[in-house]
Nanobody, 124 residues
Framework: QVQLVESGGRSVQVGGSLRLSCAAS????????MGWFRQVQGKGREFVAA????????RDADSVKDRFTISRDNAKNTVYLRMTSLKPEDTAIYFC?????????????????WGQGTQVTVSS
């Protein structure tokens, strides 16, 4: 079992920045991919970004490319999502997830464990 706890979500103005964190526990190693998804009420989960176990390979959604950056610190078992140039359409609950794979999945059903989410609200 892997437990995930997200933090860092809050209200911010358009053009602002945030850094989300997700701490993982329950495994002795960090040989898993991690990803961020987001969800708006009434819609399905949307892929945001993912990173492999080494931190060397990442994938981003087109909607956040050049604005969001995913990274991880395996010594802390933590993945981060640096969000810049925020837009109102970035408003959502952001979820962290773990996939027990050496690849970098972008589909939610490829992930094995999920956090509870953290709310990000972008207002003008």
């Amino acid at each position: 079992q892997v437990q995930l706890v997200e933090s860092g979500g809050r209200s911010v103005q358009v053009g602002g920045s945030l850094r989300l964190s997700c701490a993982a526990s329950g495994r002795a190693d960090s040989t898993y991919a991690m990803g961020w998804f987001r969800q708006v009420q009434g819609k399905g989960r949307e892929f945001v970004a993912a990173i492999d176990s080494t931190g060397r390979r990442t994938r981003d959604a087109d909607s956040v490319k050049d604005r969001f950056t995913i990274s991880r610190d395996n010594a802390k078992n933590t993945v981060y999502l640096r969000m810049t140039s925020l837009k109102p359409e970035d408003t959502a609950i952001y979820f962290c997830a773990v996939a027990l794979t050496p690849f970098v999945p972008i589909l939610d059903y490829e992930y094995d464990y999920w956090g509870q989410g953290t709310q990000v609200t972008v207002s003008s």
